[in-house]
């Protein structure tokens, strides 16, 4: 009886459908094999510091393996260049930092698109920077040294941690909105930077706020302002820059990108066993003792914050003329 055999009709579908479930499944089960955390930075940043802290707790709660790879190099646009070609299937992830909004102002010829090419996934953790200076600098506050540098004729001299990074940028943001002369001295590094100023060969910095916390309680350098909101978890008595400057902010921040491409019921998942990472005590309270703010967020909620980082330190890169690569 002709009911009891298939159509061609129903045998096409079917074959069309058997891929697309596959794929179906391949997604509801991920991840079922380790994931590449690719950082591109190197070891003991704050980037990397985050992600071991964060991805450590995932792995746990996942059960499978988070591998943490750091590539380094040209600001960071070495490793987004191969994630941004990576297969879009949730096995390669970006663990990244402040540079992901900046890049895109100070290179020319990048081999892919910010926009267009990575899908943010969660907001990991925001980490205000510290101005900080020489103890012997007789300045307590932004307003001293506001005054401070104005009643010198050639500015104040500021190291940063290098040219287009976050502590560039914050000082040509804070040399605009005070009015002042700032000369900025570029490191190759925020660690070489902070030893000059503890040294009192430059007598400012702006220092990432995990960083430079023991240095500030053993009195080597002296705190200034930050440039976050409110107050800090570990270093309370630190005013906020914007109690001065009204609107001044700027943090480091990281944050997961995926692929362009990337299943949507992956980035789900992964923003959701990120945000359960987040409220667990051990990440919790790690990130307090490193200053590092967090909250809850979902993946559209962190690719807004992004298309406002983008639009600020766009427009501090073009106001200051800073040109790289």
Not at 7 to 28: I, V, W
Not at 205 to 230: D, P, R, W
Not at 294 to 312: C, H, K, V
Request: neutral net charge; hydrophobic residues 40%; contains cysteine.
């Amino acid at each position: 009886m002709s009911g009891g055999n298939p159509t061609r009709r129903a045998l096409l579908a079917a074959m069309a459908g058997a891929p697309l479930l596959g794929r179906t499944n391949a997604q509801s089960a991920w991840p079922n094999r380790p994931v590449r955390v690719m950082v591109p930075y190197p070891p003991a940043g704050g980037a990397d510091t985050t992600a071991r802290i964060i991805y450590a707790k995932l792995s746990q709660d996942l059960g499978q393996p988070f591998a943490i790879e750091n590539r380094g190099g040209a600001g960071g646009t070495i490793c987004e260049a191969m994630v941004a070609k990576a297969d879009p299937d949730g096995y390669t992830i970006l663990h990244d930092a402040t540079a992901f909004s900046v890049n895109g102002s100070l290179y020319q010829d990048l081999p892919f698109d910010y926009r267009k090419d990575f899908d943010p996934v969660f907001l990991v953790g925001l980490v205000a920077n510290i101005l900080v200076c020489t103890p012997s600098v007789p300045v307590t506050s932004v307003a001293d040294v506001i005054a401070y540098a104005k009643a010198s004729p050639d500015g104040i001299d500021m190291a940063s941690s290098g040219n287009g990074t976050l502590q560039h940028l914050l000082l040509e943001l804070f040399k605009r909105t005070a009015g002042i002369k700032i000369n900025h001295i570029p490191y190759r590094g925020g660690g070489l930077a902070i030893t000059d100023v503890m040294a009192g060969q430059v007598k400012f910095v702006f220092s990432n706020g995990s960083a430079v916390v023991g240095l500030i309680k053993s009195g080597k350098v002296k705190a200034i302002a930050q440039t976050g909101k409110g107050r800090l978890a570990s270093l309370p008595d630190i005013p906020a820059m914007s109690d001065t400057l009204p609107g001044f902010e700027g943090y480091d921040w990281n944050g997961v990108f995926v692929p362009h491409g990337t299943p949507e019921s992956i980035v789900r998942r992964l923003n959701l066993g990120l945000n359960t990472a987040l409220r667990s005590s051990e990440v919790s309270s790690r990130f307090a003792d490193l200053n590092v703010e967090s909250r809850p967020n979902t993946a559209q909620e962190f690719g807004a914050y992004i298309d406002d980082q983008m639009t600020l330190w766009s427009r501090v890169v073009r106001e200051a003329n800073i040109k790289l690569g």
